[in-house]
């Protein structure tokens, strides 16, 4: 079944555990080659690193011998789930190699040909990859996922352009597992809220929502002129990053002609059958209190972003919320829909 | 020492157990009388309800007999925490039985002669009691606070007036003791989000706010002009309503010159020195990742409200977060304040 | 496929919820009739309560009218999951009228003529049936289920009876679905403990361990003779019961020889192939700190009980924790195993 | 007013900085040195760490500069919260240069010349100083306080050895506070519970507890011989232990007797009225569902133990319910209740 051998750079971590989930049954991809850092080389993988996800850990990955960080005796398709501290050498280094990086990590994210994708929205943007490897002198690629926050609301975006997508204000109220592991001590966040999250979380949610609904011109991305502004805050849910959002819109039209919008989204995904893409990638509730993070991150497998609460807001023209699972359609899940688009254009 | 006799109507409930708290030790009021529903009538306070709370019990509440809540043998000056869905009649017949009633209940803030009061702010405001008789047939007076999540935006805006304050949105994450008690239930919010708030939380905040920041010219209130968009989401958080804020102003300082607005801000009952006011009613915070609940709410008993992360907006002039305990400031202490003042000015 | 009808007692609460959920896809069981309390009479299921679970709803559910808890049009296989306030009654009148009531409720379980059932412990006192009609005076039959403590504790001891089971002392730490909805309060039970769970839970464990691993002899059930000692806590987790046993054993094993008789324990369900039925009943964790509700209570669907941390007890034989999930095999699952587990012995 | 200069060492950890919290305003002792890691050395206090307590960090203590954690210019007086991987080395190298040190750390409680204390419960074991300095070749000295779970459980059961106390066994329900800093991850404990404490944490509670209960003969002192069986788990709490426990008695009395051998149990720090010694150490809650970490961890002051539910236990004599601040009772109170009792034993 599974024939495309993959590797995963950064293993042992919360979302290098989350590709090892999410590839355990895939039909397309195997998991055949574990990177981590120095600690780990050596030893099986159920040695380097606890297993810290509900799903079980397949039993041969456990036993699988984690490598070096390097290329060599890598398969050609990566997935990246490194720290950014180490991010931009190592996944460099594999590209220089030829292999195909699909990263998580931020720090190729606004290279200018370097495709920032969600597939559903931009698939177009692939063809950054033709001017990659002569800009970076690569013969490998390495193409990213947009942060986890970034997501949920690039993709709520995404069908209201056709409104004339002016200006959008959002504050995210943001899962521990966004912070990897050991991330947020719990002593920070048990009963708490912490209005901050490090890194540049509001920067990135900013620029790269810009970039991902930006358009393709002579093998350029131009950035969607939508003015941004992003707060974001932790709060103590384990998985599924919410927004609070107000969109102001140059057409604004009908609350019905929005929420048609979003249900009848389709992209690319859709349209091929990737097998993980979401039946409808964007799902309006109707209940008034929805969507939650408990009752709503996991639909269709974490790949679909619900949205709900649609309603006129003073300042702007709509204001409504949205959900996504932060390690599945923030994370893992995404790098994993994104290869699948290549194999299926043929560019793996 | 504390010789002016207080009634507490609602006294099992959240709020009035909170007011049972507060008034333990001070040192003009006694709570000497007790109201509640007629399922508690005749029964010992201890026998009437769980008390849950982790300050002590005062013995002499403990053993006090819970009354029906209707006038009578209750002392001129009753601080109320009923729900609303009682409030309006129970404490309409105690004012027109010549009753000062100190309410945090929703239904007479809005009504045009009932003073909605944060001393601070708008000590002023108490003027509209002189017209409340006549236009109420009452022989007594109701005066309110406002809601939980009002009272933390209304005084983090206060100091902005003077910079032209034109337009104000905030999302915010409140506490579940906000909702009383039994309130919400564990199974709703544990490790999760609930992006909504019943009873017409956001539409609260909007019209409160305009009234407790106009100005009284000729008796009557001028709404302030702000225009305001609210999104209320209850998170799981013991204690403590935290706002992410946006703010356009006509005459925006600088940043320097907002923080030096918030903490030189003091208003009458530091003037008087009103025994629950404090120090300095807004405190900014200069840490990144504050105020955070669980280390902020209960800053000076719970009256002070923090501010923090004082930032642009690329839509706004500004863009900040605030803080405060909302059973202490946004319930019961903003209603002993408020008797507090009334007291000092004579009009008990 | 699913050929058999059922009704759902009680189909608006927790349990009733977790039932459907699970009967979504069952190969026998359809979900053809659902009973509810006058309030949910005459509604669309979806309008008489809110769907509670992250599972999906199913449709033709969804649109289901709920009927008033009394046989008539209801199928002869009853599922219940009333509150037991008032299951006593109403589970009575659907055996009289001939239904087979498959119950999670606690009315009837110590009943002697009524099965307290958990398949792979103890199949054979579906013998219990034989006298049941008789005695009560029903044509139908009620069969029970263990409370969701005592399933963890009861399968645990199970395999240990052989090494001769004299003694056994356990604390739960149980999660707040156990308690239905709205159930626990959050200000109760948000970064708190509660010592103490009501309706005599330490007692029913007590007592419904006794007969669960008794013997059946003469068409009667002999308690086991373990002496047993519960204490019940309340903890701020979603699903999972977790338990700190120690026993006494008059012919105390080695460590290997115990976690092989949990490892290898197996019974009707397995050998039968139940649709519920998890493959290996009882799983022995070796990692030092499990198991943990987060990360096994939905092994197996939740039909799984996961045991760790074997060691001697200085003051028993050994001491270990047991885990399983409160609402599948603890309720709902435990309910629709019975059910399967008839239906294959010809007794539906 | 304080007129003790006292230093603290790991000043920057979880214990250091309940340290400074709880010696803020201190009667006799004033922190006047403080001591970290290299990592901290020089800094002012503030900017070594960030402060994690709600209380709020003095302003004397937040400009302090933070010294290596060597003697030299450090006061006699020293309080210890260092971790154990270095509190061995480093302690002895204080003692040795003449340095009264109160530690929290487990490194030297099982020394048979260091006193494992609970001035309530052994304020006579002081007189293990007597033979210390000779035996280690210590100028100075090191007393110590026992494991956070440890202190709850052996003042529990202090007032039963006159009952003839012969075995105990104890499930504890633990504090994430109890780990230090950054300590768990929030990732492992948010709606879950760890049923498992590393660094021997139930080897400790059963030593430690026989050597504290013990009684002093001939200057050494003679273990207590009662049976101890103990399980640790970690719950989602903030703050304070609790523990289920049973204990058999060879003269069991009557449930009104051993509740009143907790209520009147006094002890030096009472008689003596030390600035930190409770009014009542041990206190017995009625309700039937208390104590609770919530309510009843902070009882004056977090140095009080709260007892409940005391039932027959079909096992056992008793078994009932104990509680107590982990940090403070647990951890910094308790060093600083040794350090008081030793100002007025004249030993410092």
Chains 1, 2, 3, 4 share one sequence.
Request: one cysteine or more; charged letters at 15%; aromatic letters at 6%.
């Amino acid at each position: 079944m599974a024939s495309i051998p993959v590797g995963i750079l950064g293993a042992t971590g919360m979302v290098g555990q989350q590709f090892i989930a999410l590839l355990a049954d895939h039909p397309w991809f195997k998991v055949d080659w574990l990177g981590a850092s120095q600690r780990s080389e050596g030893k099986a993988f159920s040695e380097a690193a606890a297993w810290r996800l509900p799903n079980r850990l397949p039993d041969d990955v456990a036993t699988k011998i984690v490598n070096a960080a390097t290329p060599g005796s890598a398969p050609k398709l990566m997935f990246s789930g490194l720290d950014s501290s180490v991010a931009g050498e190592i996944e460099a280094e594999f590209a220089k190699a030829g292999h195909i990086v699909v990263s998580n990590s931020r720090n190729y994210r606004m290279v200018d040909t370097v495709p920032l994708m969600i597939p559903e929205v931009n698939a177009e943007h692939l063809a950054l990859l033709d001017a990659q490897g002569a800009q970076q002198g690569w013969k490998g690629r390495i193409i990213t996922n947009p942060n986890c926050a970034t997501v949920v609301l690039a993709m709520a975006l995404a069908p209201l352009r056709q409104f004339g997508l002016e200006s959008t204000i959002i504050t995210t109220l943001q899962a521990i597992s966004g912070a990897g592991y050991p991330g947020v001590p719990s002593w920070d966040i048990l009963g708490n809220v912490i209005p901050h999250i490090g890194g540049g979380e509001e920067e990135k949610i900013e620029t790269e929502t810009r970039k991902i609904l930006g358009s393709l011109g002579h093998g350029k991305i131009e950035n969607h002129p939508v003015k941004l502004s992003a707060t974001t805050t932790r709060v103590p849910v384990q998985n599924g990053h919410t927004g609070s959002i107000s969109v102001g819109l140059s057409e604004p039209p009908t609350a019905e002609a929005m929420i048609e919008a979003w249900q009848s989204f389709r992209g690319r995904p859709q349209q091929m059958d990737l097998p993980s893409a979401p039946p409808q990638p964007i799902v309006y509730l109707h209940e008034a209190n929805r969507p939650q993070p408990l009752l709503d991150a996991n639909r269709d497998g974490g790949m679909t972003v619900t949205v709900g609460r649609l309603r006129p807001c003073p300042l702007f023209s709509y204001k409504f919320v949205a959900l996504g699972h932060n390690t599945i359609r923030g994370a893992a899940g995404a790098a994993i829909l994104n290869a699948e688009l290549m194999h299926r254009e043929g560019l793996l």
